[in-house]
């Protein structure tokens, strides 16, 4: 798992710094997402394991898992979620992650107690601080300009 949060930190971080051609720094656009002088920002990284309600029924579980992401869709409309995702199929219980657009824990923990799953102990948020590239809040606005299904 470590070696997954640190590849993705890498390669959202390395946004910024990957390009062979200089280009010219947008100051409207960094105040605008909160950049600092590096183009960084603070984030809360949400990850997402198996909780401890397994008596739940198909059709309870379902209907939880459709209010988990009609949530997800809310969070990022709001521009409080950055990022979630799925794991695939692993042997850790780990099921996914939210990558918060907030600075602290308990901004964090206020977002995740609006989640369904959550709520129902179907799943459980291990919540951590995070540094990344200020830019990474742009990736909802260019997902949906690329899902050709919308969830």
Same mark, same amino acid.
């Not at 959202?12 to 947008?26: A, L, M, N, R, W």
């Not at 099921?95 to 923990?109: D, H, L, Q, S």
């Given at each position: 798992?470590?070696?997954?949060? =640190?590849?993705?930190?890498?390669?959202?971080?390395?946004?910024?710094?990957?390009? @062979? +051609? %200089?280009?010219?720094?947008?100051? &409207?656009?960094? *105040?605008?997402?909160?950049?600092? @002088?590096?183009?960084?920002? *603070?984030?809360?990284?949400?990850?997402?394991?198996?909780?401890?309600?397994?008596? &739940?029924?198909?059709?309870?579980? %379902?209907? =939880?898992?459709?209010?988990?992401?009609?949530?997800? #869709?809310? =969070? &990022?409309?709001?521009?409080?979620?950055?990022?979630?995702?799925?794991?695939?199929?692993?042997? /850790?219980?780990? /099921?996914?992650?939210?990558?918060?657009?907030?600075? +602290?824990?308990?901004?964090?923990?206020?977002?995740?107690?609006?989640d369904p799953a959550?709520?129902? #102990?179907?799943l459980e948020a291990?919540?951590?601080?995070?540094?990344?590239? &200020?830019?990474? %809040?742009?990736?909802?606005?260019?997902? @949906?300009?690329?899902?050709?299904?919308?969830?």
């Amino acid at each position: 798992m470590k070696n997954s949060i =640190l590849i993705l930190a890498l390669l959202c971080c390395s946004i910024g710094f990957s390009q @062979e +051609t %200089q280009v010219k720094y947008d100051e &409207a656009l960094a *105040k605008s997402l909160h950049a600092d @002088e590096y183009g960084m920002k *603070k984030y809360v990284f949400c990850l997402l394991k198996s909780g401890s309600n397994t008596t &739940a029924s198909k059709e309870e579980t %379902q209907k =939880l898992f459709e209010g988990h992401m009609a949530n997800i #869709n809310k =969070l &990022a409309k709001e521009g409080k979620l950055a990022v979630a995702g799925p794991f695939m199929k692993n042997d /850790r219980n780990y /099921r996914g992650i939210y990558i918060f657009n907030v600075e +602290t824990i308990e901004e964090a923990k206020a977002l995740v107690a609006t989640d369904p799953a959550i709520k129902a #102990n179907l799943l459980e948020a291990e919540l951590t601080p995070w540094y990344c590239s &200020a830019a990474l %809040q742009e990736i909802p606005k260019m997902h @949906e300009k690329i899902a050709k299904t919308k969830m």
